[in-house]
């Protein structure tokens, strides 16, 4: 979906702008309580970390963005849904065209990990990524979702220092995902 290549841009240019400026915060992000958002704008309920930050980059596409913190360097999360108006959906394809839109933007991108995952009665396919730019690397992880009336892309990215932190939070906030 086109869209992915806007996401993409969004996602790096973010995460380039928060490697690069402030120093890490000496509190730790990952230990925030989670916090159950439902609103009718979302196709889904989820926790999110608590005193994390909404960030809105404007690149239109429907779902929740938010950091770690509000001064870089911070993890970012994005819950993301695109209608699919009966379109056919092939994850594979989509990661195909995503990792295309990452390397056009000047990044190397590199697999790290790949397996079947399903969350909130949703299948879907999990990826886990090292990206390489100008300022440094970037661990993502992101899933891909194939819902009956839309497409999902959930992702995590941030500096590879703050992985191993960030990801076992990441796996708690998508075990609260409800469709």
Do not use: C, H
């Not at 390397?103 to 990206?131: D, F, P, W």
């Amino acid at each position: 979906m086109k869209a992915l290549v806007l996401l993409s841009t969004a996602v790096l240019a973010a995460s380039a702008q928060a490697q690069k400026t402030a120093p890490a915060s000496a509190k730790d992000p990952s230990a925030a309580p989670l916090v159950k958002i439902k609103s009718g704008a979302l196709p889904f309920a989820v926790s999110l970390p608590q005193g994390w930050v909404g960030i809105n980059l404007k690149d239109g596409l429907g779902g929740v963005t938010i950091a770690s913190q509000a001064q870089p360097p911070a993890a970012l999360i994005r819950l993301l849904f695109i209608p699919k108006n009966g379109k056919v959906i092939d994850l594979k394809n989509e990661f195909k065209s995503f990792e295309a839109a990452v390397k056009e933007s000047g990044s190397t991108m590199t697999l790290q990990s790949e397996k079947a995952a399903n969350y909130g009665g949703v299948s879907g396919l999990m990826r886990q990524y090292s990206i390489k730019n100008k300022t440094g690397t970037l661990a993502m992880r992101v899933w891909f979702g194939n819902g009956a009336k839309n497409f999902y892309s959930f992702q995590l990215t941030v500096p590879s220092d703050m992985f191993a932190k960030m990801n076992p939070l990441f796996d708690k906030v998508l075990a609260t995902v409800d469709f």
